[in-house]
């Protein structure tokens, strides 16, 4: 290995150069480095941590551009600057030297790198007459990347239109899928109606089978009756006409002349025509044993025909025995029954007597009502007295919360719902009913039409700050949630809280509204006159399509509440469209708030069904799979995809992962029957189809 010595002497090889041009300034001047050292030494190719047989990839980029260097000789030319040779000769022979250095001892690597930090110290100090080259090398760089961004710029329209595009696909996928649905249901209906209608003809088909064997058993057995008679007749007949052969030649026995005078042909005759009245007397006797007791068949007949009447009448009579036996039982346990709560009624009776107070009289609420006796009269029409109480107290409530300048905030609890989280006093906005009504139906034409549907309670905050701006929302807020917790006699108030709460699922006003509309579109319809009115006949018809699950005692209340009365005929008129209209403060018309109790009932006692179908404790664990049996057993008609919802609803899982097929999981997925019902009870609930009786299924 070479020496520090050594080294310094293979510096006494340095030259000048003998290249000015090549590292010229741009004052025309040979750079100190050029002027110093030319190294003759063939080149090496290493770098640090690189082996001598791998390949060494030079950093020096050969720069071709437009921008030029302000030099006398290069002005107004392009710049084309290889790496300039004394640069190789150094770099090859720094290569060199470095393959000989030995790192095994820190010291010894310091001392051979001096030598070499002062070479480059020189190019270092005169390393900015590359300023020229390097500014030109970034120039061509910023023009480059301009040419870049305002091609990114350019392509801008395209991305949003892809997007724009893609938006469009998705929608139409969408649709297509929904259609794709709805073929479905329709296909898998209209198959469970040809299965009914397969196992009705393999029925009848069964049934006309087991009547062709009975008929073919009939007629094998009077085919076989038929016969013996026509063999007895035939035998009678030939002992008759034995019997008629014999009487004429007795006959001609005893005329004169036929036997002449001989008395032995006499005696032979008379002989035998004893033995022939022997025999004639026999036979006789023996018919008369075998066939003495043998009616007429017309007679027989006849009884028989008599016999059926007479059995069918008893049967009548004891199936009608049985009913009226039955009934009478009933009647006798209804009458204890009755004596029962007669008697547990008159101890209630005696007991309230002895320990109630007398019943308020509610006219001397007119004095405090504001709006006096008239308004008192039209807020207690109709109503008792549990709904009378909560009237008064709405008034009341109304009176105390117009006196609140402001409201206290109820803080950042978890507990607090996000649209009252605040601090500090709110101000109360006091609005009249009909202004918190109003705001409240906007709120829902909004919600409706929202795309992106976020949490009910988020979208109620941001269409407040849309409506009153950012600063007031949150005292909206609190003023609105206070006067639909008030007002729970108000019907839009009550479900707009309950929603809000998260008591009732949104759906459930929405369908609502939906099938109020679909009603009135179908009494359009039936107006062919568009007068505006229809018989009440016409009406009766409606309901019943619209709603064809329906009693006929449901129909008889819908009709009464829309104003037919006992001296109401078919053909008396009915202004339809004034049965869904609201007043000022938002309140419905009868019919329609009957719409609605039948609703909740109906609701109540498919959801009660449910339960006594499972049979099971209200804390007990009922499977995915169990519930999916019970709801098809008390729902057969219920389509696959409301079957999912239900499901989806009370176990808490995306439709589109309720695994309808996999029973495996079906079973392993359960919840306790009080927490299934009480969600199913937040949603919208509600039978599907007609039950079939147990005997059609």
Not at 186 to 197: H, I, R
Not at 522 to 545: P, R
Not at 614 to 640: A, Q, S, W, Y
Request: charged content about 30%; proline content about 5%; glycine content about 4%.
């Amino acid at each position: 290995m070479a020496n520090p010595q050594t080294r310094n002497q293979s510096f006494s090889k340095l030259s000048p150069c003998s290249y000015p041009c090549v590292a010229t300034c741009h004052h025309g001047l040979h750079t100190p480095v050029a002027r110093r050292f030319y190294i003759n030494e063939s080149p090496v190719q290493m770098t640090a941590g690189i082996e001598p047989n791998q390949e060494y990839k030079d950093p020096w980029v050969l720069v071709t551009s437009q921008p030029t260097i302000l030099c006398s000789s290069w002005q107004q030319q392009p710049l084309s600057i290889s790496k300039p040779r004394y640069l190789e000769q150094l770099e090859n022979y720094l290569r060199k030297e470095l393959l000989l250095l030995d790192l095994s001892t820190d010291s010894a690597q310091e001392l051979r790198l001096q030598p070499y930090r002062e070479i480059f110290e020189f190019f270092i100090e005169d390393f900015k007459t590359y300023k020229p080259l390097l500014s030109s090398i970034k120039n061509a760089y910023e023009v480059m990347l301009a040419h870049q961004r305002e091609k990114i710029r350019s392509l801008e329209p395209l991305k949003a239109k892809i997007v724009t595009v893609n938006e469009d696909c998705s929608e139409r996928v969408l649709a297509m899928r929904a259609e794709e649905r709805h073929e479905i249901s329709v296909l898998k209906k209209e198959k469970m109606n040809l299965l009914k209608l397969i196992d009705k003809k393999n029925e009848e088909k069964i049934s006309l089978q087991c009547e062709v064997a009975k008929l073919r058993k009939s007629l094998a057995e009077e085919y076989l009756r038929y016969l013996t008679e026509r063999d007895a007749r035939k035998i009678l007949i030939g002992d008759l006409n034995e019997l008629r052969y014999q009487r004429e030649d007795m006959s001609l026995a005893q005329s004169p002349g036929v036997w002449g005078e001989d008395p032995v042909k006499l005696t032979l005759a008379l002989k035998m025509t004893r033995q022939d009245l022997t025999r004639t007397q026999m036979e006789l006797n023996t018919m008369k044993a075998n066939f003495g007791d043998v009616v007429p068949r017309r007679d027989f007949e006849m009884q028989e025909k008599t016999n059926m009447e007479l059995q069918e009448q008893l049967e009548s009579l004891r199936g009608d025995y049985e009913e009226v036996r039955k009934e009478h039982e009933m009647l006798l346990q209804l009458h204890m029954s009755t004596l029962k709560e007669r008697d547990q009624f008159y101890n209630e009776l005696q007991e309230i007597q002895r320990t109630s107070t007398p019943r308020p009289d509610w006219t001397k609420c007119e004095s405090v009502i504001a709006g006096g006796q008239e308004r008192w009269l039209v807020l207690a029409e109709g109503k008792n007295s549990d709904q009378l109480v909560d009237v008064l107290l709405e008034e009341i409530g109304m009176g105390l919360l117009r006196e609140k300048d402001f409201f206290p905030g109820l803080g950042f609890g978890d507990s607090i719902p996000p649209f009252l989280r605040f601090d500090g006093p709110v101000k109360n906005k006091k609005p009249s009913k009909k202004e918190v009504v109003n705001l409240l139906k906007d709120a829902w034409k909004e919600r409706v039409a929202e795309e992106q549907k976020e949490s009910f309670p988020d979208f109620f905050f941001n269409f407040l700050e849309r409506r009153f701006g950012v600063n007031e929302a949150m005292a909206w807020a609190y003023t609105i949630f206070e006067n639909i917790k008030l007002f729970r006699s108000s019907e839009i108030m009550s479900q707009f809280y309950a929603v809000l709460m998260g008591k009732t699922l949104e759906s459930v006003y929405i369908n609502q509204k939906d099938t109020l509309f679909h009603l009135l579109k179908e009494l359009i319809n039936a107006d062919t006159q568009n007068e505006g009115s229809i018989t009440m006949e016409q009406f009766s018809t409606v309901l019943k399509t619209t709603f064809p699950l329906k009693k006929e005692e449901q129909i008889m209340e819908l009709m009464e509440a829309a104003g037919w009365g006992p001296d109401s005929s078919n053909t008396d008129m009915l202004n339809y469209r004034s049965l869904f209209t609201e007043d000022e403060e938002g309140q419905s018309e009868p019919f329609v708030q009957k719409l609605w109790e039948q609703y909740n009932s109906e609701k109540e006692a498919y959801l009660e069904e449910l339960k006594q179908e499972l049979n099971m404790e209200p804390l007990e664990e009922v499977t995915l799979l169990k519930m999916r049996g019970t709801l098809m057993n008390i729902d057969p008609t219920m389509d696959r995809q409301t079957l999912s919802a239900y499901l989806s609803q009370a176990y808490q899982i995306p439709a589109i992962d309720v695994p309808l097929d996999d029973e495996e999981r079906q079973g392993i997925i359960s919840v306790t029957l009080e927490t299934a019902l009480d969600r199913l009870k937040m949603a919208d609930t509600k039978r599907v189809g007609p039950r079939e009786p147990e005997q059609a299924s």
